[in-house]
């Protein structure tokens, strides 16, 4: 089946510093994947739509300079965060949509960011 | 997102109970997603429903969509403590949309 590997999956940061995460289709292309962010006790909220190719598309509210989304191959988007700061903090997770199939959407596990 | 509501927020049934888990929407779906997560981790797929009135089964566990395409249950049958954790459903509003999630419900089995 389809897998989406995604790291790292936990990082802890100095405030100030920037940290990347990788988002890969393993076994798919995947010309679309998106990133969500869930604080605790809430649930998952989009963040932004990363084409391959082209500008990801950012959701209301959410700072395009502080979260650098490149999603340069088919295979592989990763999402910065710049300059982190301690509210930065959160669960970072991806998808990547594949062919209009019964299981379209496959999710990464996950990556917990620490900003200290 | 308000766009999607759940039902009830969070649930403690004791093991072997059987419950329900509903997803609201104000618009007419593409397509309905049933995820399983613990907090912290990643999403386990469960189900996806996309025809109005379909209804999909695994294991102990049965989503439905309803004919408008704009609820779905999730029912549980003789819950188990493996059972718990956090249901989210997602929904995709036209087609290669993204997919936005509900609030979540919070389940606990007790043994």
């Known amino acids: 089946g389809a897998v989406v590997s995604q790291h790292p999956s936990r990082v802890i940061c100095k405030s100030g510093t920037s940290v990347k995460i990788e988002c890969r289709s393993l076994?798919?292309?995947?010309?679309?994947m998106f990133w969500y962010r869930q604080f605790p006790k809430q649930s998952l909220m989009l963040m932004a739509t990363?084409?391959?190719?082209?500008?990801?598309?950012?959701e209301q509210g959410v700072e395009k300079d502080k979260f650098l989304i490149n999603h340069a191959s088919l295979t592989l988007s990763t999402l910065t965060v710049t300059s982190a700061h301690p509210e930065d903090s959160s669960f970072y997770i991806c998808?990547?949509?594949?062919?209009?199939?019964?299981?379209?959407?496959?999710f990464g596990s996950g990556t917990r960011l620490t900003v200290v | 997102s308000q766009e999607l509501e759940q039902s009830p927020q969070s649930l403690i049934v004791q093991e072997g109970k059987n419950l329900t888990i509903n997803c609201t929407s104000s618009?007419?779906?593409?397509?309905l997603y049933w995820y399983k997560q613990k907090y912290g981790e990643g999403l386990i797929f469960l189900m996806m429903?996309?025809?109005?009135?379909e209804e999909k089964s695994h294991e102990k566990i049965t989503a439905k969509l309803d004919e408008k395409k704009q609820q779905s249950s999730l029912h549980i049958t003789a819950s188990q403590p493996s059972h718990a954790g956090i249901y989210l459903c997602?929904?995709?509003?036209?087609?290669?949309?993204?997919?936005?999630f509900g609030p979540g419900t919070s389940l606990s089995v007790i043994p």
């Open positions: 990363s084409n391959e190719g082209s500008k990801a598309t950012y």
């Open positions: 076994d798919f292309q995947a010309t679309t």
């Open positions: 998808s990547a949509r594949r062919t209009a199939r019964q299981n379209g959407y496959t």
């Open positions: 997602g929904a995709v509003l036209t087609s290669y949309d993204k997919v936005i």
């Open positions: 618009k007419t779906l593409y397509g």
């Open positions: 429903l996309q025809k109005g009135g």
